[in-house]
């Protein structure tokens, strides 16, 4: 039961164009949500957060979206990098649980075309 | 600062051996999380450990166990190795509450032959 799904596992974008990368959940009690980028050979390092008191964040190039209605969240890159591309992974916890227990989604790779 | 270490880095086990990785956390980060990667999975919850505490376990089998120090270092172990095994072992730190960002290392690459 795969409860945070990133659908698409590849995407191609053009340097200076909008990267979006999306990602839906199916828990209702997921209230925080963060985004990793990850190089190969590398461990996964932190983007942005986001919690569901809020319905977007921003930081820099960085904006994440969350729509707690559809359960859906997004991650918006202006502009594109071709530094950018790697695997980008979403993932979300319920604060409830008490843990840092995040589930992650399988990553989308993002491929900056220069 | 420094950040999450992990060690090895790389290693090579044959099935039915057993096989100990190593994480030191960020320095004043009391939780410490362990996280399995494989192709077309994803970054899959194995534990959480907090002040030597398991807070929080996911769904892999009893072959998997771990524990974490006083001084909040953490080690994962998997008895009876088998090929499915093989992955990307990361773990990630964190400050304590229960949200807040992951630090992560750069993992422990297991392939059981």
């Known amino acids: 039961d795969q409860q945070v799904k990133q659908n698409s596992p590849s995407l191609s974008v053009q340097e200076g164009r909008i990267s979006i990368l999306n990602c839906d959940y199916t828990?209702?009690?997921?209230?925080?949500f963060l985004w990793y980028k990850k190089y190969p050979a590398e461990g996964p390092t932190f983007l942005i957060s986001i919690s569901s008191i809020k319905d977007k964040n921003e930081d820099g190039r960085f904006t994440v979206f969350l729509n707690k209605s559809a359960k859906h969240l997004s991650l918006h890159i202006v502009p594109s990098q071709p530094g950018d591309s790697a695997v980008y992974f979403c993932a979300a916890s319920a604060s409830t649980s008490g843990t840092y227990k995040y589930i992650f989604g399988t990553g989308t790779r993002l491929k900056v075309l220069a | 600062k420094a950040g999450v270490t992990q060690t090895p880095r790389y290693l090579i086990k044959t099935r039915g051996q057993q096989v100990t990785l190593s994480c030191s956390p960020i320095s004043g980060h009391r939780s410490v999380s362990w996280y399995q990667q494989t192709p077309g999975q994803g970054l899959q919850f194995l534990f959480e450990?907090?002040?030597?505490?398991?807070?929080n376990k996911g769904n892999f089998p009893g072959r998997f166990s771990g524990r974490q120090f006083s001084n909040s270092r953490s080690e994962m172990n998997v008895s009876t190795l088998e090929l499915g095994d093989s992955a990307l072992y990361l773990c990630?730190?964190?400050?304590?509450?229960?949200?807040?960002?992951?630090?992560f290392g750069e993992g422990s690459r297991l392939t059981v032959l």
């Open positions: 990630a730190s964190s400050k304590g509450s229960n949200t807040g960002e992951l630090f």
């Open positions: 450990y907090f002040s030597e505490t398991q807070r």
């Open positions: 828990n209702s009690m997921f209230d925080y």
